[in-house]
DNA sequence: TGCGGATTTCTTGTCGACAAATAAAATACA
DNA sequence: TGTATTTTATTTGTCGACAAGAAATCCGCA
């Protein structure tokens, strides 16, 4: 028996089996263990997770509420692809609510919502240090939603959460397949967006969130852009 | 049999009925017929939908994921609080929004989106005529969420939609409590915020937008702190 | 061999039923 | 009479099974 079934079947309380499968599906989509277009057959997943059909299917129908997976009718439901084609899109609402989210820590924050950023910044230099690009990506994430937290603004938060997600999987991507230095150059952004926030200035934060915004979205597209072909004669 | 009970039943095909209700309870519940904090019994609508509780619980799901329902673990769901004391992050919002994709679709829109939006104006502008505010609320939100289509950002269209959403909600018991002549002046608005996008004027399309935004939120905001006490003595 | 139609298989959508958890009611007791 | 405790009742969470729809397979025929 694997740790996963241990974990899903030795009594369960009612109700969690739900946000097991979810978080569970979710962890491997965002991290690429489930590629997009990969099919995902309820009655294989309810047998690895040891439950019935029911709240497998509750997870699918959440996970697809936030555009993690595609169902279609009749058929099997899928891993959601990764729309390159309009990827400027994505960068655009991503540098928006870096910008926003931001601000809004700046002007809106309390000092626990500092510990708690300052304790995720911890997390992500240590990755970075480690040279560790899975937890990286994910520390990073991590590090901005606390912003945004503390920006208490939930309707942003929401979005933000769902684009830092889109960006985990278009990240993961990048550190896979490409192994450069992992950028330490981050973790001084960070620090600098942490000062900002600390003394309220709202315009120096927007400004260090637009020039953050605009290092990823450069990253990315240089991955996306570059050029791929084999020196080899045909 | 009522009307309901019919369409539901009468051989709908395989996987519509979770739209059906999903739709249903949508609208009953922006409309302000299911007011919030009512509670939602599963099986009294199996009942009235004459399904099974398997697509009525899928429903229910969909609409938490939106934020649209209160699913209480082991207890009944509840349809969502309006929560006035944030009111400010939700106008702050709406507002980026409203400035967001009013400002894409001068950029991006083509002839067709242009028709889309007229239409929704005409009927916009006929609700206001006909002093319909039900029909106003629902065709100002159709107006602007073709603008959002026109401006081809998935990522703030959905966000704009449920923002559109829950603004039905609050202008809805906006014109049920207090019957003030509908504002003909958002009509004249709708028509420049039109000329604009036509005109790919992304300027003035942004210019619009702002006070476009800012006449809802002030229209909100003195709804909300309107003084209610009765001239009574004690 | 290639193609169209029938058949089989496989997966999902829906159903009715049971069990767990909570709320409400009833009872015991001070 | 009021409070604590047990009992009942109601509502949700989960399950196994069946049927519908689509894909894959098989078969007949040119």
Redesign the pocket.
Known sequence: MTQAQETASND???????KYVYDTLRDEILDLVLPPGS?????QLSERMS?????I??ALVRLAGEGLVT?L?????IVAHIDFMNLYTFFDALTLMYRMTTRLAAEYHDPADLEIIRAHQARFAAAVEAQDALAMIATNRDFHASIAEAGRNPYYASLFFRLLDEGRRILRLYYSSYQDRLPYRFVEEHDQMIAAIAARDIATADRLATAHADQIVHQIQSFVARDRRMPIAI
């Open positions: 369960r309380k009612r109700g969690s089996g739900v099919p995902i057959d309820e009655v439950m019935s059909r029911t709240p299917r509750e169902t009718p009749n058929r099997s439901t």
